[in-house]
T-cell receptor
């Protein structure tokens, strides 16, 4: 009963390095989301995908790209990491109904030095 | 712009007491409101979802209410236990043109004292 799986759980990068955060869900959900959580800022939406093949910007998309590889997988890429991207990243999925509940992964703690 | 506020940011309560967590939002045009629980180092778990047409939802010792006209929701926890210690976040779903958004509050960190 995996739900939403994120990898890796921890990552340290140097400024300018690139990496991809992976997310997969096994609940056959249509919508998937990437959030970042920072102290004092709460959860902020980076990108979301309402369905397979579509992606849209959220509140803080600069410096990130996403790929909805298929219905199960939604990846987040940092092309050139910056210290301001140090954060905890959460992937979530939902049924894309007006009253959908969101299901979250356990998060990726990313530090950019 | 929709804003979601949770006050207080932190709360400590002796075990066994009943308590209320507050959530307020600036725009009453919402589809629903959800309450989440987040344990340290973990993701969020949905506790209760209240549709815009509903006044309250209950699950076990938890009861969430919604007053859209005043832009407020409360999460009532009965007979609190140390295991209830966590951060509780509320989130509203608001339509924005054709793309609806879920907007989170910053949460209330709850500590139940044994």
């Amino acid at each position: 009963n995996a739900g939403v799986t994120q990898t890796p759980k921890f990552q340290v990068l140097k400024t300018g390095q690139s990496m991809t955060l992976q997310c997969a869900q096994d609940m056959n959900h249509n919508s998937m989301y990437w959030y970042r959580q920072d102290p004092g800022m709460g959860l902020r939406l980076i990108y979301y995908s309402a369905s397979e093949g579509t992606t849209d910007k959220g509140e803080v998309p600069n410096g990130y790209n996403v790929s909805r590889l298929n219905k199960r997988e939604f990846s987040l890429r940092l092309e050139s990491a910056a210290p301001s991207q140090t954060s905890v990243y959460f992937c979530a999925s939902g049924t894309r109904s007006f009253n959908e509940k969101l299901f979250f992964g356990s998060g990726t703690q990313l530090s950019v030095l | 712009k929709q804003e979601v506020t949770q006050i207080p940011a932190a709360l400590s309560v002796p075990e066994g007491e009943n308590l209320v967590l507050n959530c307020s939002f600036t725009d009453s045009a919402i589809y629903n409101l959800q309450w989440f629980r987040q344990d340290p180092g973990k993701g969020l778990t949905s506790l209760l979802l209240i549709q815009s047409s509903q006044r309250e939802q209950t699950s076990g010792r938890l009861n969430a209410s919604l007053d859209k006209s005043s832009g407020r929701s409360t999460l009532y926890i009965a007979a609190s236990q140390p295991g209830d210690s966590a951060t509780y976040l509320c989130a509203v779903r608001k339509p924005l043109n054709r793309d609806d958004k879920i907007i989170f509050g910053k949460g209330t960190r709850l500590h139940i004292l044994p």
